[in-house]
């Protein structure tokens, strides 16, 4: 049996593909939890793509060298297994290509709510200190009361 018979290319890039598109759901699903910002949801979607990432690298370690040997082995496919494969890649990179976009959409979202947050932070931190500035210059004339015994 040769190399070409023992590796069912269309199953395999069909699996990586169903991999793919779960991983662009849940970071759908990652992407709308931020801008809602339930970071307990968030925190499980992100365990899920953990699992789902360690499951594939699990699965991709099964066949070392894939593309080296599909390269190989590709023109030695009959046409319709062939064609079945190329087809399967496509959407592949189609989904891939969205789910990184998407990944950094949300990477984005996550910055600009930090830095939103640290300018919130900074500038209750400004205000703290102008009302103790306040307090410290008003308090002797505040605190001043008339000793009638005196």
């Known amino acids: 049996m040769t190399s070409t018979h023992m590796i069912d290319y269309p199953k395999l890039f069909a699996v990586r593909l169903e991999y793919s598109r779960a991983l662009l759901k849940l970071s759908l699903q990652q992407q709308d939890l931020i801008e809602q910002d339930d970071y307990t949801q968030l925190l499980d979607v992100l365990g899920q793509k953990q699992r789902l990432l360690g499951q594939l690298d699990q699965y991709t370690r ?78 002797p004339v505040t605190h001043r009361h008339l000793n009638i015994d005196q």
């Open 62 to 139: 099964q066949l070392p060298q894939l593309w080296e040997k599909w390269k190989a082995d590709r023109d030695q496919l009959p046409t319709d297994q062939r064609e079945t494969c190329e087809a399967i890649l496509q959407q592949s990179e189609a989904v891939l290509s969205e789910l990184l976009q998407n990944e950094d959409t949300s990477t984005q979202s996550m910055v600009d709510r930090r830095d939103q947050t640290r300018e919130q932070l900074k500038s209750l931190n400004q205000g703290g200190r102008v009302g103790e500035a306040y307090r410290d210059n008003l308090a």
